[in-house]
């Protein structure tokens, strides 16, 4: 259902719109920032919401914390089958990816690329990371304005990315590229189309293909690396994936997003939300033990991809909403994670909450972020080294946010660096 | 009220009481016995209240559901004596019960 913008081109408030005509798919009702609101008014009016209309078809909202963790680990019931957002795949081009796919088989790939993120692996990782990271943060220009999200958020992450892939350092903002071209469906996740159209989506991917192609070409066979390329080409149950070149492709895509909006959009938005609250920034500062406990506050505050979508299996009841076999089921994770009946004082940003850890970012069960521990070390020494080096960073202007129901995006933030008071 | 041990996998051991009724994963974070995340509350979904369970104790502790082996599966070194804390309830027969904790949550 489709409701008249404002003379600001803003979609109404969420309490002028009929409760059955509420749609919180509209891409532009994040980037407004206005889906707070109509998600609080549904946890509240009703929580299990039936849009029974919409540009990517009719779909169920499920919009409370316990209800979202019922949904997500009742896998046989909830299918992860063919995509995980709102909006089905295009059938001509639909690349195969394990967090799309339900048992047996996705567990057997997941497993594959798992080794890469294990414990062992991260602690090669860390000191590596710090390295990056201080290396980034003391190339900023002190005392000027420039963009946190292009020098920070994505240069970190990128160079975490291309050392997960072991991939050619110099081109490692093709990573960034194709991961925003992922994620930049307008009919999949309510994209604008300006980053691309969906046949200039096609394109682009087929060119990350391509390049991946090659890399797998020279590490097959006896090469040893626990990068994701060399875990796929080497291990016998995926070996042969590189013939089906659109499920390399998928699962190429999986991991590139997985590693890349996710913790840009917490490096952002965490800066953000220290800024929005600066009791909290000088608890940080009175505190820095408490990094560990605001990574996961901020991960939650951020809720980097706002949903996932599953499609149901068997007809279903949930909290008294019938669901029928082949509707199309959305878990608000950004909704979840602001439930007060189940955080406390969700609607607040408090860094050192109690138990903490409890958020819905990551998803529950057999689907739950693989890179979980990667994207929160990454934040942790971040956040330990950018204390070290500066009293405040100081957001100096309208962060700029992306237009899309699925990932919560930071496109721009302009700040400016304080060093540390001698 | 039975007591049961928690030995770290730096072998630090914590004995606590947990009364009859609470789960493994409750009687761990209760008593602030470190090693246990337990991110998801015990929904059994998160797989980060991963134990070992001597065997001679698993007669006692039952057996797993479907739900936990498969997230066992993506448990970090994970055994055959392995368990998912929250999924484990405290009885009188857990009395003098002995787990230890894995190297880390992930």
Known sequence: MSVAYDENNRPPSAYDVPLEDIDVSDGLLFQTQQHFEYFERLRKEDPVHYCKDSEFGPYWSITKFNDIVAVDTNHKVFSSDKTIVIGDADPDFNPPMFIAMDQPKHDVQRKVVTPAVAPVNLAKLEAHIRENVCEILDSLPVGESFD?????????????????????????????????????????????????????????????????????????????????????????????MSNDPL???????????????????????????????????????????????????????????????????????????????????????????????????????????????????????????????????????????????????????????????????????????????? | MPSVTYIENNGSEHKVEVAVGLSLMEGAVNNLVPGIDADCGGACACAT????????????????????????????????????????KVTEDLDGLVVRLPIAQF
Not at chain 2, 61 to 67: C, L
Request: net charge negative; hydrophobic share 40%; proline share 3%.
């Open chain 2, 49 to 88: 209240c991963h134990i070992y369970v001597d065997p001679e104790w698993q007669s006692k502790t039952g057996n797993k559901t479907d739900m936990e082996v498969t997230m066992l599966d993506f448990a970090e070194a994970a055994e055959e004596t392995s368990r998912l804390a929250c999924q484990i």
């Open chain 1, 148 to 240: 946190w999200v292009d020098r920070v958020s994505i240069e970190l992450t990128t160079r975490m990315l291309a050392v997960l892939f072991d991939f050619p350092w110099e081109d490692r903002r093709k990573l960034t590229w194709w991961s925003d071209v992922t994620t930049s469906s307008p009919d999949q996740t309510g994209a604008d189309g300006s980053i691309v159209n969906e046949e200039e989506r096609k394109k682009e991917l087929m060119e990350c293909l391509e390049y991946f192609m090659n890399l797998w070409s020279s590490r097959g066979e006896n090469y040893e690396g626990t990068d994701f390329i060399s875990l796929l080409a080497t291990n016998p149950d995926t070996m042969e």
């Open chain 1, 247 to 422: 499920e390399f492709l998928g699962n190429l895509m999986l991991l590139i997003v997985g590693g890349n909006d996710t913790t840009r959009n917490s490096i952002s938005g965490g800066v953000l939300a220290l800024n929005q609250n600066p009791a909290e920034y000088d608890k940080l500062r009175a505190n820095p033990e408490v990094i560990p406990n605001m990574v996961s506050e901020i991960i939650r505050w951020v809720t980097p991809l706002g949903h996932m979508r599953r499609t149901a299996l068997e007809d279903t009841e949930l909290n008294g909403k019938q669901i029928k076999k082949g509707d199309r089921v959305v878990m608000w994770y950004i909704s979840g994670n602001r439930d007060e009946e189940v955080i406390e004082n969700a609607n607040q940003f408090i860094i050192d909450r109690d138990k903490a850890r409890h958020h819905l970012s990551f998803g529950f069960g057999i689907h739950r972020c693989m890179g979980n521990r990667v994207g929160e070390m990454q934040l942790r020494i971040l956040w330990e080294e950018i204390m070290k080096r500066f009293e405040k960073v100081e957001v100096i202007g309208e962060p700029g946010r992306l237009r899309s129901n699925f990932v919560m995006g930071i496109t721009e933030m302009m700040v400016k660096l304080h060093p540390l008071k001698a």
